[in-house]
């Protein structure tokens, strides 16, 4: 089983409506949880970071933790055509290797 | 601001050619790390320096060395390049502290004949 799994895709979703990314991860001492936004030809970019279980929103963006069932999602409201990108989740492993834990990206595209 | 900054961001090789990809980040970023990006397999981790004068191996070091030239500098060397070498290959930086992210540069685009 792959320490974190994340559905490919591809997600198509017309202008304005609301996407939801998800994630799962295989180890519950995982702390730290980062989504990532990659568009085509250019590198990833940070885009939210939480902590601890619960919600945490930044504008039409909403990252959410369940540690108890080891799934992360992000939400995006109205949806719009900008957002078309890929989304990649992170997990910082912050114990002996102290290294990101990447799930394979979501293609989404926003239709106009 | 630059940020992290990769070249060449385009090449073409033949197999058994060897060449450099270089990296360099202006962000005073202590950690440094080379991945390479495929369909279907996500980001891999290559090979990282958590300092100046450290270099570790990461999830596929196999065929690739690096060197850390100084704290700015994070090179990755192909010896004899193979096709399995054709890929998207990005450089991170990254700030000490378990809540900092790692910021990009765009990528060389590497396509080994």
């Known amino acids: 089983q792959k320490e974190v799994e994340q559905d490919p895709g591809p997600l198509s979703v017309p202008e304005g409506a609301i996407v939801s990314l998800n994630c799962t991860y295989s180890?519950?001492?995982?702390?730290?949880f980062m989504w990532y936004r990659q568009y085509s030809r250019k590198g990833p970019e940070l885009l939210m970071y939480t902590y601890s279980s619960g919600n945490k929103e930044d504008g039409r963006f909403t990252a959410q933790v369940d540690k108890s069932s080891k799934y992360i999602s992000l939400f995006i409201r109205d949806s719009q055509p900008s957002d078309s990108a890929t989304y990649l989740c992170a997990i910082f492993n912050a114990g002996n290797n102290r290294k990101l834990i990447w799930g394979l990206g979501t293609s989404l595209a926003v239709n106009p | 601001n630059a940020g992290v900054t990769q070249t060449p961001k385009f090449q073409v090789l033949k197999t058994g050619q060897s060449m450099t990809l270089q990296c360099a980040q202006d962000m005073n970023h202590n950690s440094m790390y080379w991945y390479r990006q495929d369909p279907g397999m996500g980001l891999r981790l290559i090979y990282y320096?958590?300092?100046?004068?450290?270099?570790d191996k990461g999830e596929v070091p196999n065929g690739y060395n690096v060197s850390r030239l100084n704290k700015r500098e994070f090179s990755l060397r192909l010896e004899s390049a193979a096709p399995s070498q054709t890929s998207v290959y990005f450089c991170?930086?990254?700030?000490?502290?378990?809540?900092?992210?790692?910021?990009f540069g765009d990528g060389t685009r590497l396509s080994i004949l």
């Open positions: 320096s958590a300092s100046e004068g450290t270099t």
């Open positions: 991170a930086s990254r700030q000490d502290g378990s809540n900092q992210p790692q910021h």
């Open positions: 180890n519950s001492a995982f702390q730290y």
